[in-house]
């Protein structure tokens, strides 16, 4: 009788990461794999659209949790997913990243006496006022199964007592499916007639530090507006900070190139990125993205569960202002040196199969 794993995504995040190992999964005879789509994310651009960029079979279950507060999410997900795991039956529940989806389902899985793997475990910030701390580390002192994507994240894990036979350093799957979509969008922004040559800045905002303060907010968008007129600026505006904006009565005039577009799907944003001269943001799977690509990146962010992207790839913390937003844009934009692609250890497109290996004998002892 084949193994029923059941994963569990919410957000596009969990969906880059979820694809490859779909794949890896799909391709053992020995396992049935389930997909459930919590719908955290339930604007077509920001899932629909992924789930076809990264060819992931269609959910056998969409629980359609929409949004809301953390507490009522994370609640949400727990009472829609209960009766599909009844249902389902599996024998490991396995959660991706840090978001309210991936908590909500490791504690109703455990509670269910079902083993849990997590994708993307021990990455920490160590700053407890982001929900998504939180939600990393109550998963993974949940979880049976650790999959670290990097060594300071094994690291992170001894450091709080977790058993090491649980943990597993086994690379970042979302290199997976940049690696292999990268040719693709590559080609598809070529064929688009897109401009490759001229500099250009994409920036991402959409966290609650960010984009929930109006003040900062306000400051954030004049210094984009600012930098625009020295640099073209490609703006992919979050559904979270256009609303935030259009509270304040506020829309983004550079009078230079400040091309506000909407969010976009996983092929065209990473065609974007590829061919940018500096991506700021304050997202996680960005500064991963352009560590491996071997793009600059500045993330408006005090803290970063993801240190290996600083200490070993492009990425850069500067202060979340309009003054640490121009001044890193603009000492970066100066430099002349030659774009180098780091390399960090097992961010190879390898990792989901890595995954599949620990998922499968796990389950088997």
């Known amino acids: 009788m084949p193994m029923r794993i059941l994963s ?3 957000t596009r995040p969990n969906f880059m990461k979820l694809a490859p190992v779909a794949r890896a999964l799909d391709a053992r005879a020995e396992v049935e794999h389930v997909i459930v789509h919590t719908g955290q994310h339930y604007d077509a651009t920001m899932s629909d659209a992924f789930f ?21 999410t994370t609640a949400a997900v727990m009472s829609k997913l209960e009766p599909v795991l009844a249902f389902e039956r599996p ?6 990243g840090d978001v309210n989806s991936t908590v909500a389902a490791a504690m109703t899985a455990a509670q269910r006496r079902i083993r849990v793997a997590h994708v993307e475990a021990g990455l920490r910030s160590h700053d407890r006022t982001m929900p998504e701390e939180l939600n990393r580390v109550i ?10 994507p990097s060594v300071d994240a094994v690291d992170n894990l001894h450091a709080e007592g977790i058993a090491p036979g649980g943990i597993h350093f086994v690379g970042n799957v979302m290199i997976d499916s940049l690696v292999r979509i990268l040719p693709r969008a590559q080609r598809e922004r070529a064929l688009r007639g ?3 040559d001229a500099p250009y800045v994409v920036t991402t905002l959409h966290r609650p530090s960010n984009v929930d303060d109006p003040e900062r907010l306000r400051e954030l968008i004049r210094a984009l507006e600012e930098l625009s007129r020295e640099t073209p600026v490609h703006f992919a505006m979050h559904p979270r900070t256009r609303r935030r904006l259009e509270e304040m009565h506020l829309k983004p005039n550079g009078g230079g190139a400040l091309h506000v577009m909407d969010p976009l799907g996983y092929l065209e944003m990473l065609g974007l990125v590829a061919s940018a001269s500096l991506v700021i943001t304050d997202s996680g799977g960005l500064q991963e993205e352009t560590s491996f690509l071997g793009v600059p990146c500045l993330t ?6 993801r240190p290996i992207t600083c200490s070993q790839g492009t990425n850069e913390l500067v202060t979340p202002s309009g003054a640490g937003l121009l001044g890193g844009a603009r000492r970066v934009l100066g430099r002349t040196s030659t ?17 599949a290996d620990v998922i499968c004998d796990g389950i088997r002892h």
């Open 194 to 196: 897109d401009g490759q």
């Open 139 to 148: 998963t993974d002192h949940i979880a049976d199964l650790l999959l670290a």
């Open 52 to 72: 076809a960029d990264l060819e992931i079979p269609a959910p056998t279950h969409a629980l359609g949790v929409g949004s809301g507060t953390h507490t009522e």
């Open 300 to 305: 408006l962010r005090p803290n970063t569960e």
């Open 91 to 96: 024998d490991l529940v396995l959660v991706y």
């Open 8 to 10: 569990v995504v919410g």
């Open 339 to 355: 774009r180098l692609r780091p390399v960090i250890e097992k961010w190879d497109g390898h990792a989901a199969d890595r995954i």
